[in-house]
């Protein structure tokens, strides 16, 4: 089978390797569609710097973002069965341990991430792949494949929404037009949460924002988030601000966003240590710092979402590419930027 390969940093290439065999209690699964992340092209450029331990492992066989069709089943294998749509959790545990008997199985200490950090379990950047049937979840008739394949990146943002929590009424400021915070402001809006402002750089993917649910557009090169902000809420501010970015200069800016006992959620990375963060704004105001990198079960939130049509993920798909341009692929994620939002690559 051909597999998208980081052999090191900067050395990304096509490989065949064998079709892997199903073990007793895992899916073989057909891949049929995944999405190229930031954290693929900084992996494969030999950039990402989470900190100690958590540094690829090359080679990588790249993908977290991913959906398919099941090709065979292990033999002890029952809730799945061969032409059935699945996507996955993006981490395996061991099913075994107290943590995970406990359903908080990302906390396995046998824990492994999916094509990313570390000693990762084999991607999804290929024809096909094993996973877990603990760790499996069957894609509604209803949802398009392609659209299942947005499920993890949207996931992310959604899980520190709930945290936060989100709800009725509830208004939010999401900053950053990536599909993480796209996704988690749609699944969001799904779920019934009030006035919502979205605030980015680029006018084409704030209009795919208004797509998904955002009633507010502020592109923060023409507007001042912080008098949009004060005007739509009677200077009173944001209960949650959701920023995605990852840009360390708009944290403080964050936190004067925040109404008194607000929620600031990240699920972006900054990548580095951060000086001067005005950390007392957040404590004397009684808010509350929630951090995002995806949760156990909320796949399966998502596609629900997604099934009843409470939500929409499918604008985010800006840009397509069959498998044997998976290359241009990955180089289209910085060529246009101005533009994409979510690149989707296609087995033919």
């Not at 051909?2 to 007793?24: I, Y």
């Not at 629900?304 to 049509?309: C, F, H, N, R, V």
């Amino acid at each position: 089978m051909k597999v998208l390969l980081a052999n090191a940093p900067r050395d990304l290439r096509v490989v065949e390797m064998e079709t892997p065999t199903p073990g007793p209690r895992e899916v073989l699964v057909k891949v049929k569609h995944f999405g190229v992340c930031a954290t693929d092209i900084s992996i494969a450029n030999g950039t990402l710097r989470l900190g100690e331990g958590l540094e690829p492992i090359y080679p990588v066989r790249l993908g977290h973002e991913w959906s398919g069709v099941v090709e065979a089943v292990g033999s002890e294998t029952r809730r799945f069965h061969p032409g059935d749509p699945v996507i996955s959790e993006t981490a395996y545990s061991c099913g075994e341990c107290e943590e995970c008997l406990s359903g908080q199985y990302h906390r396995c200490a046998e824990g492994r991430a999916i094509g990313t950090i570390g000693n990762c379990w084999p991607g999804a950047m290929a024809e096909y792949m094993v996973v877990p049937e603990r760790l499996t979840f069957r894609v509604p008739k209803n949802v398009p494949l392609d659209e299942a394949a947005l499920v993890e990146p949207s996931s992310i943002g959604l899980y520190g929404l709930v945290r936060a929590p989100i709800g009725p009424g509830t208004n939010l400021l999401v900053i950053g037009t990536g599909p993480i915070g796209l996704g988690g402001m749609a699944c969001s809006k799904g779920m019934g949460t009030g006035k919502t402002i979205l605030a980015g750089r680029k006018e084409r993917k704030l209009a795919i924002g208004k797509e998904m649910g955002a009633d507010i557009l502020v592109n923060m090169t023409e507007e001042n988030l912080f008098d949009v902000v004060m005007r739509e809420t009677n200077g009173i501010g944001m209960d949650v601000v959701m920023d995605t970015t990852g840009a360390a200069e708009l944290l403080n800016d964050s936190l004067y966003l925040l109404r008194g006992s607000g929620f600031l959620v990240i699920p972006g990375f900054y990548e580095q240590e951060l000086n001067h963060v005005k950390l007392d704004r957040l404590i004397a105001r009684n808010c509350t710092l929630v951090g995002s990198a995806g949760m156990p079960n909320i796949g399966p939130k998502v596609l629900d979402l997604l099934s009843s049509g409470h939500t929409r993920l499918k604008p985010m798909i800006t840009d397509r590419f069959p498998f044997s341009q998976v290359l241009d692929a990955f180089r289209a994620v910085e060529e246009r930027n101005d533009s994409r939002v979510k690149i989707m690559v296609d087995f033919e």
